[in-house]
């Protein structure tokens, strides 16, 4: 049985795991003048480099957990076991794409909720510009024609 440490330990991997990749997101969609993407420096080498161990292996369980992937300074811990640490091959001849995909996919969404989230405050500063711009043209509008109707009534 687990001790409450130990839970409390394997929530915050969980929730280091989920910062990672929404804050790798909102890093590429804010752009910080790196020119760098995050999905080209972070992602997709976490989904190649899976892909590739996954067929030299012929499993795809390779993961002890699934925080188990780049993290900061972290190597995840499939990158440097041996083949034969997994067992042996379940798939012979190919890997169905689908199992791939569903060892990678949550590092995939996590990192597009931050995309969209970067993409939330260059949407409402040009909003509020917009909706300013168009509140001054109005009023402006408003004054033009009171400030003729004056000029008419004198």
Not at 128 to 139: I, M
């Amino acid at each position: 049985m687990l001790s409450l440490m130990q839970h409390l330990q394997e929530l915050f991997w969980y929730v280091r795991f989920g910062l990672w990749w929404i804050i790798l997101g909102v890093a590429s969609s804010i752009g910080l003048g790196s020119g760098l993407h995050t999905f080209i420096m972070y992602l997709a080498p976490h989904v190649a480099l899976f892909t590739i161990k996954a067929v030299q292996c012929g499993r795809v369980d390779l993961k002890s957990a699934p925080y188990d992937t780049i993290l900061l300074e972290r190597r995840p811990s499939w990158l440097e076991k041996d083949c034969l640490q997994f067992g042996p091959p379940i798939y012979h001849e190919t890997i169905p794409f689908s199992k791939i995909l569903q060892e990678v996919y949550l590092e995939a969404i996590l990192w597009g909720i931050g995309t969209a989230l970067g993409e939330l405050p260059p949407y409402f500063l040009s909003r509020t510009g917009s909706v300013h711009t168009a509140l001054r043209t109005k009023y402006s509008i408003i004054y033009l024609i009171t400030a003729v109707f004056s000029c008419l009534s004198t």
